[in-house]
């Protein structure tokens, strides 16, 4: 143990940037990558599909391309039942907009490995 293959979503969305700025993506990791994924510390994000806040913004895919081509291995969705069955991404009991699970999906298979050859980890909020 004592990996650490780091992921920060950066960028206007980011209310932590005075944390963030100090983390910087690797061209290559810079430790042994050939370890089970148990050995590694993989810090994630939060609500990937959210542009803002997580009380009143728009959800969106921009957030999860982003976030993969900087090198984000983790990505959060809250999925939910939609619109004719179709389940959606959104955080529930606020006033967020929601993006189709479908486009989530469709944008992390587009962008999930330009940047890096290492697995994408969903964390799917099933509700």
Known sequence: MGNALTCFER????SHSHVNRHYRPAAEPPQDM?????YYFISSGHNSYLEGNQLTSKAGVYTIETGL????????LDVYDG????PVCTHGGTLTSSVTFRDC??????HGFHTSPYPVILTLENH
Do not use: H
């Open 11 to 14: 960028g206007q969305w980011d």
């Open 105 to 110: 999906v469709r944008a992390i298979a587009k």
């Open 34 to 38: 050939n370890q089970p994924l148990s």
């Open 83 to 86: 619109p004719d069955t179709e």
């Open 69 to 76: 081509r900087l090198g984000c291995r983790v990505i959060e």
